[in-house]
């Protein structure tokens, strides 16, 4: 079975949107897929996450018809690569939210912050099935 292209996109907005880019990229290894520019700033990037999905975002607006906080997101992201990646975040000074570990119900997760204090739990857990 294919899975569909992603139609379902999580946005944020950045008090500096190049600099969450780089270390979304850097750090936590999303890739860059588009930025566009207007006055200097990112009007709109698209960031895809290596095994599937993505997000959207852009400078703050704050007078924008679509206007959010900076770092008032939060995200729950799959990996099959938990404890790599998270080696791969603390070894990049990110802050440590919750530790990696198993839990009670049977994921194993981790927790950080981006710079603009954007939460990300990163683990295994694909959902429930969808029903037919």
């Known amino acids: 079975m294919n899975t569909p292209a992603p139609t379902v996109w999580p ?9 969450l880019i780089d270390w979304l990229v850097g750090t936590l290894g999303f890739e860059e897929t588009a930025a566009y520019t207007e006055d200097g700033k990112i009007a709109h990037a698209q960031l ?9 975002l852009g ?7 679509w206007s959010l ?7 729950y992201v799959v990996t099959e690569h938990v404890d790599a990646l998270y080696e791969r975040a603390k070894a990049a ?11 009670d119900y049977g994921n194993r997760e981790f927790a950080v912050a981006d710079p603009e204090g954007n939460q990300w739990s990163f683990g295994p857990y694909r959902g429930e099935p969808r029903r037919s």
């Open 93 to 103: 000074g990110a802050t440590i939210i919750r530790h990696v570990a198993d839990q």
């Open 59 to 65: 400078d703050h607006k704050p007078d924008g018809e």
């Open 11 to 19: 946005t944020l907005q950045a008090r500096d949107a190049r600099a």
């Open 48 to 56: 895809d996450w290596p095994e599937g999905g993505g997000i959207m």
């Open 69 to 75: 906080p900076p770092g008032t997101f939060g995200a």
